[in-house]
């Protein structure tokens, strides 16, 4: 179950933590007209960067070209968290950081391995987010759901908290 942050800062550190706790989601190079790809991210922190590895010829890295808006959603293997994230993707030229990610399951995707002059680093700085946390588990998410519906005039269901993310000032 995720917990309900009660700051954007609080909201920020716990969506950076999601995104190390699982490694996929639906990357998007804005206006492209391209489908959202599955991808493997790398969540940085302390770069303030989601990282993307993929390949010079595929259709996410012609669209990003020099740079682009991008969204990546992201939901938690529970369920229980999702957030939608957008800001400006760029190819990214840091051998240290490709370095540091590189790993045996990313070769597989490289004829040429880690040498291959297809390898694209494509980096995501993280402008705003939205997140959805639900502190309930989905069993309890459906019954208040049942009971929200059955009552009249008694509100929205509680389950669970919204909130958008303003990296520039969530620090």
């Given amino acids: 179950m995720a917990r309900r942050p009660d700051s954007d800062a609080d909201a920020a550190a716990q969506l950076w933590k999601r995104l190390g706790d699982t490694r996929a989601g639906m990357l998007s190079v804005d206006g492209s007209r391209q489908h959202p790809q599955p991808m493997t991210h790398f969540a940085d922190p302390d770069a303030g960067a989601i990282w993307f590895i993929t390949s010079a010829d595929t259709d996410l890295a012609r669209a990003v ?3 682009g808006e991008a969204t990546f959603v992201y939901q938690s293997q529970k369920g229980d968290y999702h957030a ?3 800001g400006p993707l760029t190819v990214s030229e840091s051998s240290t950081t490709l ?3 590189w790993s045996p399951p990313v070769g ?7 040498d291959d002059p297809k390898v694209t680093l494509l980096q995501l700085s993280p402008r705003e987010a939205a ?3 639900s502190d309930t588990n989905p069993v309890l998410v459906g019954l208040k759901m049942l009971n929200a519906a059955m009552r009249d005039g008694s ?4 389950v669970g908290v919204h909130r958008v993310i303003d990296f520039t000032a969530a620090g």
């Fill in 65 to 67: 070209g020099l740079g």
């Fill in 84 to 86: 939608s994230i957008k």
């Fill in 99 to 101: 370095d540091r990610l």
């Fill in 108 to 114: 597989a995707w490289f004829e040429k391995g880690r």
């Fill in 131 to 133: 997140v959805w946390a």
């Fill in 155 to 158: 509100g929205e269901p509680d």
